[in-house]
């Protein structure tokens, strides 16, 4: 099955990023399907971006509120650090979605603390480290999570690193994403 093209026009002071909002594409995704842009930081008005529907759209992955507090910005951000520290950009910011896609998820509780805080579910929470501060990086990648790359780790509820990992009841869980050590699962 052909996905669907898409073509924008990019128009005067227009952010690349709120194309990408717009398609539920993720930003990588864009300058695909032999678009001129080689660089999506250089972009120019008039100049012509076309996509594909991303796979990873709204109608795959739960709707997710929009307005978090700080305190729950920062205590996903802990989590990522303590979870993704040596991990790639984008392996942080999917780490982030996870915990974003349980708590739009009816299988799992309905607010950052209390998936982070559910029994046995992350392994920093279970060793203290979710105590300890979020690094700048971290912070970033949770806000990206939240708004540009929401739909990166769309339908993923879990993530592992089967080098490491104690349990493997995650093997048999459909692989959604790998980034870096982390194999992402629905």
Same mark, same amino acid.
């Given at each position: 099955?052909?996905?669907?093209?898409?073509?924008?026009?990019? !128009? +005067?002071?227009?952010?690349?990023?709120? /194309?990408?909002?717009e $398609?539920? @594409?993720?930003?990588?995704?864009?300058?695909?399907?032999?678009?001129?842009?080689?660089n999506?930081?250089? /972009?120019?008005?008039?100049?012509?971006?076309?996509?594909?529907?991303?796979?990873?759209?709204?109608s795959?992955?739960?709707? &997710?509120?929009?307005?978090?507090?700080?305190? #729950? /910005?920062d $205590?996903?951000? +802990?989590?990522? =650090?303590?979870?993704?520290?040596?991990?790639?950009?984008?392996?942080?910011?999917?780490?982030?979605?996870?915990?974003?896609? +349980?708590?739009?998820? %009816?299988?799992? %509780?309905?607010?950052?603390?209390e998936?982070?805080?559910?029994?046995?579910? *992350? !392994? %920093?929470?279970?060793?203290?480290?979710?105590? !300890?501060?979020?690094?700048? #990086?971290? &912070? !970033?990648?949770?806000?990206e999570?939240?708004?540009?790359? +929401?739909? $990166?780790?769309?339908?993923?509820?879990? *993530?592992?690193?089967?080098? &490491?990992?104690?349990? =493997?009841?995650?093997?048999? =869980?459909? @692989? @959604? $994403?790998? /980034?870096?050590?982390?194999v992402?699962?629905?």
């Amino acid at each position: 099955m052909v996905s669907p093209v898409h073509a924008s026009i990019i !128009q +005067r002071d227009e952010i690349i990023s709120n /194309i990408s909002r717009e $398609l539920s @594409t993720p930003l990588e995704n864009l300058a695909i399907m032999d678009s001129p842009i080689q660089n999506l930081d250089l /972009i120019y008005a008039g100049e012509m971006v076309h996509t594909i529907k991303s796979e990873a759209s709204p109608s795959n992955a739960p709707e &997710i509120k929009v307005g978090y507090s700080k305190r #729950e /910005i920062d $205590l996903l951000a +802990r989590l990522v =650090r303590a979870e993704a520290e040596i991990e790639p950009f984008r392996g942080k910011i999917a780490v982030a979605c996870v915990v974003l896609n +349980r708590v739009a998820s %009816p299988k799992f %509780p309905d607010t950052i603390k209390e998936v982070i805080y559910q029994k046995n579910q *992350f !392994q %920093p929470v279970m060793n203290g480290k979710i105590n !300890q501060p979020a690094d700048q #990086e971290s &912070i !970033q990648a949770v806000h990206e999570a939240i708004n540009e790359h +929401r739909y $990166l780790a769309a339908d993923s509820l879990y *993530f592992y690193n089967p080098d &490491i990992a104690t349990s =493997r009841w995650l093997d048999s =869980r459909a @692989t @959604t $994403l790998v /980034i870096g050590n982390h194999v992402f699962k629905k």
